[in-house]
């Protein structure tokens, strides 16, 4: 059975000035592997390509069915390493799905408590989730940026506590 792809996930924008108090605000690990949405026991590039059928999520495909719900997240390497696709496409290198956030209009502190009740517990499981962190105080951003340097992420991704979820694009953007 085949199932539609359900739409380009949330593109990342500008932050606005000023930000405010940092205690209304998450940071997430931002990933460094390829982008992914899945759900309905499929899983597709941001570009909407079906990549179910890699040796990777061999027999993990029912894993990915979360009902009517898609997630956004990221395909990673296992160990720490930097993603090489080709050797991961073929089965050689071993891959994680990241979850990072539910694919629905709702306020972020919403989404996060679904993110956490719709992946499986056991350490086997093909989907892990970066949960992200309520700031205290904007001084601690570069000590966190430089952890999530030296875990081999992107960098910071920083969500604003209430904002909802949109499918496609930001009208602010860097």
């Given at each position: 059975?085949?199932?539609?792809?359900?739409?380009?996930?949330m593109v990342a924008g500008g932050?606005?000035?000023?930000?405010?108090?940092?205690?209304?605000?998450?940071?997430?690990?931002?990933t460094s592997g390829l982008p992914?949405?899945?759900?309905?026991?499929?899983?597709?590039?941001?570009?909407g390509t079906d990549i179910t059928?890699?040796?990777?999520?061999?027999?993990?495909?029912?894993?990915?069915?979360?009902?009517?719900?898609?997630?956004?997240?990221?395909?990673?390497?296992?160990?720490?390493?930097?993603?090489?696709?080709?050797?991961?496409?073929?089965?050689?290198?071993?891959?994680?799905?990241?979850?990072?956030?539910?694919?629905?209009?709702?306020?972020?502190?919403?989404?996060?408590?679904?993110?956490?009740?719709?992946?499986?517990?056991?350490?086997?499981?093909?989907?892990?989730?970066?949960?992200?962190?309520?700031?205290?105080?904007?001084?601690?951003?570069?000590?966190?940026?430089?952890?999530?340097?030296?875990?081999?992420?992107?960098?910071?991704?920083?969500?604003?506590?209430?904002?909802?979820?949109?499918?496609?694009?930001?009208?602010?953007?860097?």
């Amino acid at each position: 059975m085949t199932h539609e792809f359900p739409g380009h996930p949330m593109v990342a924008g500008g932050l606005p000035e000023p930000l405010g108090d940092c205690t209304r605000w998450l940071a997430q690990p931002a990933t460094s592997g390829l982008p992914v949405v899945f759900g309905k026991g499929r899983i597709w590039t941001n570009a909407g390509t079906d990549i179910t059928a890699w040796p990777c999520f061999k027999g993990a495909a029912e894993r990915f069915d979360f009902g009517d719900l898609f997630l956004s997240g990221s395909i990673e390497a296992v160990g720490g390493e930097l993603i090489n696709l080709p050797r991961i496409m073929s089965g050689e290198d071993a891959a994680a799905v990241v979850a990072t956030d539910v694919m629905i209009d709702e306020p972020l502190e919403i989404r996060l408590q679904l993110l956490l009740t719709l992946l499986p517990e056991d350490a086997d499981a093909p989907v892990a989730v970066l949960a992200p962190v309520i700031l205290d105080t904007w001084s601690h951003l570069p000590k966190l940026l430089s952890l999530c340097w030296a875990m081999n992420f992107e960098g910071l991704i920083l969500k604003p506590l209430g904002s909802r979820y949109t499918v496609g694009g930001s009208e602010v953007h860097l």
